[in-house]
């Protein structure tokens, strides 16, 4: 199984934060709320893809115990501090992310090479050229698209 993240939503913080906004969103303002958080074609595709190969996955647990042992992060710096400190703390045993999560892989103190992570994504190999550029401990460990996870998990 793999969790896949785009929110901190297993933060109870976070999750009660969100609720709030979406209540106030739906009840208050009358607007819809989006099923995916994140870039809604990169989370849509990548569940679609899960689910044409019938891979099973959780997306944004609201509880840190339906964690999986392979958490790949789509989106957001915050979620992907929460995932590495899980990791840290031997609840996540191969973690993953990319590609929405930075712009640069300098952003955030060069987040993205920290050791935790074991693999990264972006969209193209120019992109893994100039990610590299920046910072050389990526080397080795980042890959383009979907197709760089499913040879090195198997999935």
Avoid: C
């Avoid at 976070?14 to 009840?27: A, D, P, Q, R, S």
């Avoid at 303002?29 to 190969?53: C, F, M, Q, T």
């Avoid at 031997?90 to 892989?105: D, M």
């Avoid at 987040?111 to 193209?124: L, Q």
């Amino acid at each position: 199984m793999i969790t896949i993240l785009t929110e901190p939503s297993f933060i109870l913080f976070y999750h009660l934060k969100k609720e709030v906004k979406n209540f106030i969103k739906k009840k208050l303002l009358n607007r819809e709320i989006p099923w995916y958080a994140g870039h809604y074609a990169v989370v849509r595709s990548l569940i679609d893809g899960l689910e044409k190969i019938n891979q099973e996955y959780n997306y944004n647990p609201t509880s840190s115990s339906k964690i999986a042992s392979h958490v790949h992060v789509l989106a957001g710096v915050n979620t992907l501090k929460a995932a590495i400190r899980l990791k840290q703390k031997g609840k996540i045993k191969r973690l993953t992310a990319g590609p929405n999560i930075v712009i640069s892989s300098a952003d955030e103190n060069g987040i993205i090479a920290s050791k935790e992570i074991d693999r990264y994504f972006v969209n193209s190999d120019w992109t893994i050229s100039a990610y590299l550029l920046d910072n050389s401990k990526l080397t080795n460990r980042i890959d383009n698209g979907p197709q760089g996870l499913m040879k090195k998990y198997g999935i």
